[in-house]
């Protein structure tokens, strides 16, 4: 079934994840330009997300949780591109464009960070806690 319990549990986490992404934003944008804010939060949101997908959405594994953090952060990684443009694409074109003033760099940043949710449940389902076969155990 699409919206199982691991994936409502993935969602939770995410949510979570996703307020830690983007209060460490805001707290990292009083000190350097938004644009490298969006980036400086991500490793803060990233472990805190790897913690707390390990331990209550995805089943125990035998690969090593380094190896698994690794692939976590790959998976992250390919989505951090994919939420950088988003929110940047929303805050410097989109918005003005329209004219979009209230609050735009949260909003944008909150879509941003929201985008990848379905891409990166399924990357993590398969590939970073995917069960190893016998023989990629110290994969």
């Known amino acids: 079934m699409f919206l199982d319990r691991r ?24 000190f350097v330009r938004f644009e490298t804010a969006v980036v400086l939060a991500f490793p803060v949101a990233l472990t805190f997300g ?9 089943e125990k594994s035998e690969r090593q949780t ?11 990684l390919v989505t951090l591109l994919q939420v950088w443009l988003i929110t940047i694409g929303l805050n410097d074109w989109v918005f003005p464009f329209i004219g979009w003033t209230y ?5 944008a940043h909150t879509i941003g960070v929201g985008s990848p949710v379905l891409s990166s449940y399924y990357a993590h389902k398969y590939y970073t806690f ?4 016998a023989a990629d155990i110290n994969d």
């Open 66 to 76: 380094g190896r698994q953090y690794v692939r976590f952060t790959v998976v992250n």
């Open 103 to 107: 609050h735009a760099e949260l909003l």
């Open 50 to 58: 790897f913690l707390l997908s390990r331990q209550f959405v995805f």
């Open 7 to 30: 994936f409502a549990r993935f969602v939770i986490v995410g949510i979570g994840a996703a307020a830690v992404n983007i209060v460490s934003r805001v707290v990292f944008s009083n």
């Open 130 to 133: 995917k069960a190893p076969a």
